[in-house]
């Protein structure tokens, strides 16, 4: 046995050992080593195996598999330009805090520098530390080793997570017929992992003395749920799609300043906020923030935190009922007024595919909303579903990858529905790529096309004054024939016209689809704005610009 073909055995043996039950694997030659190890463990039914042909795709399919599952997913590919090409997911996985291990494959150190193809530095370039596996050599004593590092790396990958790990391989790459090594390659007894970590934890419970009765709870993009405590202590809740809260909370912040009875004196901040301008705008004016977060980097993009922890703990606690029940009233006012603008509304806009793709998906299902548009939509105008689990890539809210990472979800979830725009989706048109021996997602996606970039008609490059400039380098029309993109990929589609058609094009998942309908942008922000123009009014208060 060769040493790159002993080391990746080994390390594949430990990650199975570890619980890691999906990986997925660009092909490339300098990680043909890991390449045969696992499509070996796969034919022997120890992990799932998920073949991409493209690195971008399959970081983003790993960590919608970690999402999706909860659980370490890993991603391999060779060396060069191929790992750079995981570096969006990476970034995306850092700063949502899901566990990807990055397992690159690279060249021996002494072709650095030397001109040899596909090398490059490849320490920190995910601008996080690389824990770097030594070269596999034939002698005694490295069994444990790469069982320990790759230990290592699991734990903190369940625990902080992205890790880098970074295997440098020498030729030979193949395995051959040699089965003789000079120590034994064996792990733990009955299968445990070579070392067993318990999780580490620390908590900092803060008590809520300091937050009276007119509190508001923001929930952003978090696993931490609170509800149980708001509830007691009859905190109303807005919460970001993601989350679960008030139906027109992230509206009714965003048509204005609050009248007095709304007004928070106390907001708690759960996880990071950032999709609503509303509200940001109100944290920063809130003389109480309170950031609840598990990490040392609390979200405090303003930097007007007054206090932080990674908990509460409610002792006797007045509890102001008016104060709850006049959000409950403003969000059951505010339901009524976009229910009734909205009939008047031709369909469709993305507003009505938002409310009318939340509504019909099934209990039970899953639910991705990509950034830009869409998951700004369903905030503002949809009926938040705790029987629908609801992902989107917040951390670093870019659009690339979302097809593949909804793809992820569904290989983990189950059946699973993703909206997104038509850039999102051309962004990661490869995502509809699934070889014949591959795992297929059970995944609808609903493409809202308004041919460009919608998002931007809503923000300052959208006003008038600059509209010679705009359709160019923002509007970006393509012109691009989705049914015919999809034919190429063998994937179904279906043009919904009408919401008689868009109901019935969803149904069940069954393999991947798309369900596209074609929208007008031009008149997109005069809509917004005689919403939250209509919402505004209704409650008497001033408003601003949008």
Request: net charge negative; proline share 7%.
């Amino acid at each position: 046995m060769n040493p790159s073909t002993a080391q990746a055995t080994v390390l594949v043996d430990e990650l199975i050992r570890n619980d890691v039950r999906h990986v997925v694997l660009s092909p490339g030659s300098r990680n043909a080593p890991l390449s045969f190890a696992l499509h070996e463990a796969a034919a022997a039914g120890r992990l799932t195996l998920h073949v991409r042909v493209d690195e971008r795709t399959a970081g983003f399919l790993a960590l919608g598999l970690a999402k999706g599952g909860n659980q370490v997913t890993a991603v391999t590919c060779t060396s060069g330009t191929a790992v750079a090409n995981l570096h969006p997911a990476m970034l995306e996985a850092r700063h949502a805090g899901v566990p990807v291990i990055a397992l690159t494959a690279d060249r021996p150190v002494e072709l650095y520098r030397t001109g040899a193809s596909q090398t490059v530095d490849q320490q920190r370039i995910f601008g996080m530390d690389t824990l770097q596996f030594p070269i596999a050599e034939r002698r005694e004593n490295q069994n444990g080793l790469w069982r320990s590092l790759t230990c290592r790396a699991v734990v903190t990958a369940r625990e902080q997570g992205p890790v880098h790990v970074n295997v440098p391989f020498r030729e030979p790459l193949v395995p051959d017929r040699d089965d003789d090594w000079p120590e034994s390659l064996d792990g733990r007894p009955f299968d445990v992992p070579w070392t067993r970590a318990i999780p580490r934890t620390t908590t900092s419970l803060h008590p809520a003395d300091h937050l009276g009765p007119r509190t508001l709870v923001i929930v952003g993009d978090t696993d931490h749920d609170i509800s149980d405590l708001a509830e007691r202590a009859g905190w109303p809740v807005v919460a970001e799609p993601t989350g679960h809260g008030l139906r027109h909370g992230g509206l009714l912040l965003n048509a204005g300043d609050l009248p007095d009875h709304l007004t928070p004196r106390a907001v708690v901040v759960v996880g990071r906020a950032t999709l609503s301008r509303g509200v940001l705008r109100l944290i920063a004016r809130t003389p109480v923030v309170h950031a609840l977060s598990d990490d040392l980097d609390w979200p405090d993009p303003q930097f007007t935190a007054t206090h932080t922890s990674t908990d509460l703990a409610l002792g006797e606690h007045e509890v102001d009922d008016d104060w709850l029940t006049a959000w409950q009233h403003a969000d059951k006012a505010v339901a009524d007024l976009v229910d009734d603008l909205l009939a008047k509304e031709p369909w469709p806009t993305g507003l009505h595919v938002a409310r009318d793709l939340v509504a019909a998906v099934p209990a039970g299902a899953s639910l991705f909303l990509g950034s830009s548009n869409p998951i700004r939509d369903v905030d503002l105008v949809a009926a938040p579903r705790r029987d629908v689990r609801t992902y989107a890539n917040r951390g670093v809210a870019g659009i690339d990858g979302s097809v593949s990472t909804a793809a992820g979800i569904a290989l983990a979830q189950g059946p699973t529905y993703a909206l997104i725009g038509d850039l999102t989706f051309l962004h990661d048109a490869n995502g509809l790529i699934v070889g014949p021996h591959e795992p297929r997602p059970d995944l609808t996606v609903v493409v809202l096309n308004d041919d460009g970039g919608g998002i931007f008609t809503l923000l300052e490059q959208g006003a008038k004054e600059h509209g010679t400039a705009f359709e160019r380098v923002f509007g970006t029309p393509h012109g691009v024939d989705l049914a015919a993109l999809c034919k190429a990929h063998h994937v179904p589609h279906t043009t919904a016209r009408t919401p008689e058609e868009f109901r019935q094009a969803l149904g069940v998942p069954n393999g991947i689809r798309v369900v596209e309908i074609r929208a007008e942008r031009n008149e997109l922000r005069e809509l917004h704005t005689r919403l939250k123009s209509a919402v505004s009014t209704a409650f008497h208060w001033s408003e601003e610009s949008y």
